[in-house]
């Protein structure tokens, strides 16, 4: 699924195994994965990555009765498979491509020289890599989760776009916000864990 060190000269591994793969080497080794595992016009393992992982996240929120899905037909469990194959096919990858967007709008103000939209996808997309359990209902795990999303998307667009770490900060900061914060519930967490941050408004 991704593209590594020990094979450059292209043909990205795919399957489960590399998918288990390439969540070990974003968590671990940030860096090195960004620069090794992000190939430009290639958006697909990205986008997969990041959609597989959401739709973890949403499972464990439906299981854990923290996300409520309504019914169809009387059959609470097939209500429950609609909803995270409508996650799956429609609602992650559509606000993955969103995201994207808004964040390739605020490169292009802060960072000239920067790399294409397919990399930014699958910036995105790896950066949620921690978010895999932050669909478990403990404040403190899902702040850390959140926290360490947001900290991978900081990371992934300054290799992959070649910029300094304050650019990539400023540049991530609101897709940041919207994903790790809202999307995944971060806010929320650090607000539970961190009461005096419930007095800012955001």
């Known amino acids: 699924m991704t593209q590594w060190v020990e094979n450059p000269t292209g043909g990205r591994d795919r399957g489960p195994q590399a998918v288990l793969r390439a969540w070990v080497e974003v968590i671990v080794r940030p860096r090195r994965f960004f620069n090794t595992g992000v190939a430009p ?77 397919s990399e930014t996808v699958q910036v995105i997309g790896y950066s949620v890599a921690p978010c895999l359990f932050a669909g478990v209902p403990v404040p403190e795990l899902r702040a850390v989760c959140t926290v360490y999303g947001a900290l991978l998307l900081v990371v992934g667009l300054k290799e992959v776009h070649d910029t300094s770490y304050a650019r990539a900060a400023l540049a991530a900061a609101l897709p940041a916000v919207l994903v790790f914060g809202y999307g995944f519930g971060g806010e929320a967490a650090l607000k539970s864990v961190v009461p005096p941050l419930a007095a800012f408004p955001w």
Do not use: C, W, Y
């Not at 597989?52 to 309504?70: D, K, P, Q, W, Y």
């Open 41 to 117: 016009g290639d958006q697909a393992p990205g986008m997969v990555f990041g959609v597989l992982v959401t739709l973890v996240s949403v499972a464990s929120r439906i299981a854990f009765g923290e996300l409520a899905v309504g019914d169809v037909a009387g059959d609470p469990l097939l209500t429950k498979l609609l909803a995270l194959v409508l996650v799956g096919l429609f609602v992650a990858p559509l606000v993955l491509h969103l995201t994207a967007a808004l964040q390739t709008v605020i490169l292009m103000a802060l960072v000239p020289n920067r790399a294409g939209i």
